[in-house]
């Protein structure tokens, strides 16, 4: 149940970063065909095309806006696609690259780029550059350490890093005052930082299959936080805090160590739903949670 949950969740995010919008121009499938009308050619979609190199004469369409090359077999960023200076979305979600270079800081226009689904394992420090960036997509790499100026990126929305190496964020994460979505899951985190208590518009945090014992009672100050998804870690107790958040709608603590769940749960007016499988509860406890989230869909 709780994967359905989660890929309806993030459904929306993916559609806009993977599909061209024909309503909005021409939607062209080769550079020849996009070249008869290079002044207007704003969309190019390469998906599954099996490349292995950008394709010939790219860096001749400078109108486009959207290029997507997704599902090929891409092992560099090459100099055609960062020559292309008016793009605003650039989808390179699985293909084999094992680095982002410098000059994608050039790409000053992106405001989404999807770079999932690779080999990356460290991150330039140029991405501080892309001043318009609202989407980071880099799920399913190998990434270990994020660069400080990452904190730059304050136009950021979205930050999806579930599926990498990550033990830690640097400080500088608490900088981007526009997340909303910042997703952690399958990473190395044994601990909540206190710095993300201080991205005031999160409404969604994922930082499930992780190795976390505790959250800090400043959980609080996440007052937009709508969906809370910590199952399989290794929490034994809830501050009070958590209570304090008045528009959580979905919270999910499937196999962890809890026992009992704060006293004041019930303050949870929103909350929709509560996966808490997987737990030690007593019968006395699910009694009670049923009785004071009477309007909460409790999954045990």
Known sequence: ??????????????????????????????VPEALTNKDNATQLNFRDKGLFHA?????????????????NNLETVEPAILSLKK?????????????????????????????SDNGLTLLPK???KLKQLQFLHLSYNSITALPAEIGN?????????????????????SNLSNLKQLHLGHNQFNEFDGMWTQLKNLEE??????????FPEEISALTKLKSLIINNNELAQLP???TKLAQLELLSLSNNKLTTLPENI?????????????????PAEKQRLKKVLPDCKIYF
């Open 1 to 30: 149940m709780f994967k359905y949950t989660a890929i309806a969740l993030l459904a929306s995010i993916f559609v806009y970063a993977q599909n061209p919008s024909p309503i909005k121009a021409m939607v062209y499938q080769s």
């Open 240 to 242: 009070n805090g958590i």
């Open 55 to 71: 394709p010939q004469d790219l860096e001749k369409l400078q109108e486009l806006t959207f290029l997507n090359l997704m599902g």
């Open 266 to 282: 019930g303050q949870l007016a929103n909350l929709k739903t509560l996966m808490i499988n997987g737990n030690p509860l007593t």
């Open 153 to 173: 990126c304050k136009t950021l929305e979205v930050l999806q890093l579930d599926s990498n190496q990550l033990s830690f964020l640097p400080k500088e994460i």
């Open 205 to 214: 945090l994922n930082l499930e299959f992780n190795y976390l014992r505790g």
């Open 87 to 115: 793009l605003e979305v650039l989808n390179l979600k699985l293909n084999n690259i094992k680095y982002l270079p410098e000059d994608i800081g050039n790409l000053k226009k992106l405001i989404r780029l999807d770079a």
């Open 126 to 128: 140029t991405l501080s």
